[in-house]
């Protein structure tokens, strides 16, 4: 689908005058599966891409202001939610501009501090009152469901298993598969399910002066497993800043062990996927993969 400057200020044109005024554009590095538009300064646009993703504006647009006030960092702010018009067919949203940039494992001025203040943070969500928040569902991706589910999941094991058999002799698929098969081995997940953000990837963390300042994208939030928001210990964080993580979120081995399969899954670059079209995707799951399989060898070896 077509989503460009044009289409955003036909639709705030038609539906937010007040804002139709103001400049539009694209924002450097949009997410895969929505648009977003910075909407003069103190403004942003977000629209979903696809009707699979529009269940995220409304779990944004109601749960993000309960959450904001229980949470240490500042996250999203839905101001307005729009409606289908000029063509397009989704619900959408406008939301309060944070200032910061992409937060990036090499642009961290502290790792270990990083990694206490995100920890908080994945805490202190798990902590709020899970009462009546919406469960895994195909809208978030899974993200939550019980790692290996047979869904529309990246963590599938028919999914992870036929990207495994795709990698041979490009990576250790050994390795690989013995990371996977224990974290379909571990405990589920047994007690109340709690609060998760489900895609705390660098894209989503921003940063000012190399400190992280705000959490953004909260379209897969749900309540299920926490294992999910553990993966920036993999795929964010150093290796050096890893414990330092570990002890802020202070999670069971079963959930650490669950947490690695969905880091891993989410780090298979197999050669058809479309994703991984882009070399620079390609290096950096290698890297995460990597760093999961070191990781797991570790905690073997100890």
């Known amino acids: 689908m077509e989503i460009d400057a044009g289409l955003v200020r036909r639709l705030l044109a038609e539906q937010f005058p007040q804002w139709a005024d103001l400049p539009v554009a694209p924002v450097p590095r949009p997410g895969m599966d929505n648009a977003t538009f910075r909407l003069g300064d ?16 409304e779990r944004e647009q109601r749960w993000l202001p309960w959450l904001a006030p229980r949470l240490p960092l500042t996250v999203s702010t839905p101001v307005a939610q729009g409606r289908p018009g000029q063509g397009y067919p989704f619900p959408w949203s406008v939301y309060r501009w944070l200032e910061g940039e992409v937060a990036t494992t090499d642009g961290l001025a502290d790792p270990v501090r990083t990694a206490t203040e995100l920890g908080a943070f994945v805490r202190a969500l798990q902590k709020a009152d899970p009462t009546d928040g919406p469960a895994p569902n195909l809208s978030n991706a899974f993200r939550g469901e019980r790692v290996g589910t047979e869904c529309d999941s990246l963590a599938a094991d028919s999914l992870v298993r036929a990207k495994i058999a795709k990698l041979d002799g490009i990576v250790d698929t050994g390795a690989v598969t013995a990371v996977w098969e224990a974290a379909l081995a571990a405990p589920a997940w047994d007690r109340d399910p709690v609060w998760l953000h489900g895609d705390l990837a660098t894209g989503n963390l921003l940063a000012v002066d190399g400190h992280l300042s705000a959490v953004i994208d909260f379209g897969t939030l749900a309540v299920g497993d926490p294992a999910c928001d553990l993966i920036p210990a993999w795929m964010f964080l ?48 290698l890297r995460h993969l990597g760093a999961v399989l070191d990781d797991f060898a570790e905690q073997a070896g100890g």
């Open 238 to 285: 150093p290796p050096s800043a890893r414990d330092a993580f570990r002890a802020a979120v202070d999670m069971d081995e079963a959930t650490w062990a669950r947490a690695r399969g969905l880091a891993l899954a989410g780090s298979l670059p197999v050669p058809d996927d479309p994703f991984f079209a882009v070399p620079e995707r390609v290096t950096a799951a």
């Open 42 to 57: 103190d403004l942003s646009v977000r629209l979903p891409g696809h009707s699979r993703w529009i269940g995220q504006v």
